[in-house]
Structure formats: C-alpha cells, structure tokens
C-alpha cells in the first residue's frame, strides 16, 4: 500500500519510543558517492533526523571501518551511531561481509544487553546484510522487523551491466529469508513494491510504499552563473553532468559514449560541450579505476571530461545548478535520489526508464526518460534538451514541481506510519496468541 498518513492520523496509533536501524555495510558518516555510500546514506541520515524530531530516539548500528572512530557518535539531537567491531577495521569489501555477519549480530545483542529490557521497540533495517541481523536480532528482542531493501539482486541481474558481475546465489537467498522474516517491508516505489511480490513472494498487505524525499532547502534554483564561476565551467558552455559512484550499474560510460556522439553529429560542439563526472569508484568498478579515462581517450574527447570527486551537499547543489542537463544512465535504481536532487535545483534530467526512476522523473514534464542503454538514444535525448533554449526552459520548470513532491518530511511520515502498522499487528498477534493459550 502506499502510505500517505497524516500526523494527526498517527498520534492516535503506536510510535516506537526507540528503534534500532541497521546499517551494517555503509555509515552514515561516510560521504556519498564513493565506496559503498550513496542515496542510503543520505535516506538514513534525513530520515533518522526527522524520525527523532517528531520523538523518536534513534540508534544507527554500523561495521566499525577504522580504529580511531569512537564507539558511538551523535549525529544529531536523538540520533547516535554506534560502530560496532566485527573483522578487520580495513580492506573488508562488501562481498566479504556475510562472513562477518554472526559478529556484527554478537556487537548489536552486547549493546542491547547492556540496557535495561524492553530497551528498543521496533527494528529497522537496511539492505539485505543488514536484514540477516535484524531477522536474529528481532527474534532476540520480540519486537516487529521494519526492512527496506534499496537494491534487490534478482533485479540486478535480471537488468546487469555489461559486463559486470552477477550478484551471488548467497545473497539472492539472504533476501528471500529476510523477506520472509520482516514484518513489514517498505518499498521506495510502486515498482519496487511490485517487484517484492512478483520476485520474492511478498505479502501485499505487508508491504508499504514510502517514497524517498530531497532537502527542498538545500537544493533548490539559484544562480547559474554563480554556480558555473565557482566551479569553473565557461559562461557558454554545454555542461552534462553525471553524479554518483563509478560502477558499471551506474553506467557513466553511457554519458560519454552519448557525448561523443553528440560531437561526431555536430562537430561545432566540440568547442562549448563540458562533461563532468562526479564520484568515485565502487564495486566492480574498482578493479578497473582508470576505465572511463581510457574510453574517453579512445572516444577522442577526453580533453571534454572532468572528472571531479565526491562533493558535499552545497557543492553538489551548485553543481546541479551549473549544468545544462544531468544524465542518470543506470541499469537498476530503486529510486534515482540524484535525479530528484537535481530537478530540485530546477535541471532537467535524462534518465534510464528503469526502476524508481520512472517515479524519480515526469517524463516530457521534468526530464526525458529514455527506453534503452543505447548511447546514440542517450545522445539524441540529451540533444533534445540543450539544443533548444525553450525546452530546456520549460523542462527546468516542470523538474522543480515535480521534486517539490519529495520532501524528506512526507518520508518521514510514511515511514512512522508503517512503524505503526508493524506495531498494532505486533499487540494484535500478541494478544490472539495470550486468548489462544
């Protein structure tokens, strides 16, 4: 179902006093766009926030990456992440974690312990590793598991990268236990709802939608010029843009394979066309850290590219701000947070018609969704925008209301509404069990 409770509407329904959320493989201190860290973070930090805001304290578990971080750390008022100690501090990837899980579970059980019972209400978790410790730790606690995938491998593979690598039967039957455990499972969009059901076998009626938001603050028109002084890009200039990790399920190489395209159609391009991508590397594409250099080099137009590291959210919004177009090539998205981030700050987006990002773009209104992985299609799309000053004009317009949709507070609201439902069945299962006996 989709969730669209009000707050008046939950302040007759149980709220959890304290949650443990679960984020084993990613912290939310990490900056996203590089490693393991993207829109999850961002999603858990804005969430979290809020989620304590309206009186629920927050407890965030993560892998301890470094030996100097300290046990715990409050991020903001009534949020607090704790690192917990499970394998080495340093050089673990993400693949590798499953082995780690049984002492990820011991670090969170340890920290319940030491509180008096009853400590947490209800338990969040995230992603499907985070999800194995949530289905033992709810078992522990007796309370109701609230999961959130944000990627799913059967999708993955069902829609992978060139050359890129499968996910691996492990975490396919990981997912399918979690599922199975979670009391409630939050999807970011119908899509992905749809999805659970179709793939997994999910209950319909346990199964919430809860679209993901953008800081309407911090991202939001502003000055153009301003945007492209600061960061060097000519006054005149044709900039595309590309944010987030460099993987092949990202797809950067689209961007540029478009962009020669757009050159070797029109040559007189050359001379305005800037392609910047931000981010660094994760995954898959890891092992191959140069790639995107030596295709750009190959393609003729490296001397177009920049590419440029992760950047934090005011330098992000003035590079949105700067472009002429930003460019969401993936194979897979569960919603596509740089695409509403973007049109927030009133640029148009082209985006891959896959998963969340047919919710994340209002296709011929906000941006141009475009039905294959085909650069060429990319290049003519793209073209289609930032050859024709009133298109883009009236596309940039329409990115802004579309995005004015996605405030984190209506995420938040979802999400205690869900936590709600999670609880009622909880008491209600609670108290058919004591009638039964």
């Not at 804005?46 to 805001?53: Q, V």
Request: net charge neutral; charged share 20%; proline share 6%.
């Amino acid at each position: 179902m989709v969730v669209t409770t009000s707050l008046d509407a939950m302040r007759r329904r149980p709220l959890p006093r304290r949650i443990a959320l679960l984020s084993i493989h990613t912290s939310p201190l990490d900056q996203p766009g590089t490693g393991d860290a993207g829109g999850m973070n961002v999603y858990i930090v804005e969430t979290s926030r809020r989620l304590a805001e309206a009186g629920i304290e927050v407890e965030i578990f993560t892998r301890a990456t470094s030996s100097s971080l300290p046990p715990t750390v409050e991020t903001s008022p009534g949020v607090t992440v704790r690192h917990v100690t499970a394998g080495p501090f340093e050089g673990l990837l993400k693949h590798d974690l499953p082995g780690q899980l049984c002492a990820v579970t011991a670090g969170v059980m340890r920290a319940e312990a030491a509180r008096p019972e009853g400590w947490f209400d209800l338990i969040h978790s995230h992603y499907w590793l985070s999800g194995q410790v949530g289905w033992l730790s709810k078992e522990r606690w007796n309370v109701p598991l609230v999961h959130s995938m944000h990627t799913m491998a059967k999708v993955k593979n069902r829609d992978l990268a060139r050359g890129d690598q499968p996910e691996p039967q492990m975490r396919l039957i990981g997912e399918q236990q979690v599922v199975e455990a979670a009391d409630r499972l939050v999807a970011n969009t119908a899509d992905e709802a749809a999805e659970l059901v179709s793939l997994y076998g999910a209950d319909p009626d346990r199964v919430d939608v809860v679209h993901p938001g953008v800081d309407l603050d911090a991202f939001r028109p502003g000055n153009r010029a301003e945007a492209r002084r600061e960061h060097r890009i000519p006054a005149d200039a044709i900039l595309l843009l590309f944010v987030g990790r460099i993987q092949p399920l990202k797809a950067p190489d689209i961007l540029i394979r478009a962009a020669a395209d757009l050159v070797a159609k029109d040559p007189t391009l050359r001379r305005r066309l800037v392609v910047a991508i931000c981010g660094g590397p994760s995954g898959s594409g890891m092992s191959q850290p140069t790639a995107l250099i030596d295709l750009a080099r190959s393609l003729g137009i490296l001397d177009l590219v920049r590419f440029e590291p992760p950047r934090d959210r005011a330098s992000l919004a003035q590079w949105y701000r700067a472009a002429d177009v930003v460019v969401v090539p993936s194979y897979s998205e569960s919603f596509g947070l740089v695409a509403v981030e973007a049109q927030a700050c009133g640029t148009p987006v082209v985006a891959a018609s896959v998963g969340g990002l047919r919710t994340a773009v209002d296709d011929g209104v906000s941006g141009i969704l475009v039905a294959s992985h085909d650069p060429g299609d990319f290049a003519d799309a793209i073209a289609r925008v930032v050859t024709r000053p009133g298109r883009q004009a009236s596309l940039g317009i329409g990115a802004r209301m579309h995005a004015s949709a996605f405030g984190w507070a209506a995420t938040s609201a979802g999400l205690m509404s869900s936590y709600s439902a999670a609880l009622a069945n909880a008491a209600a299962g609670s108290r058919h069990a004591s009638l039964g006996s």
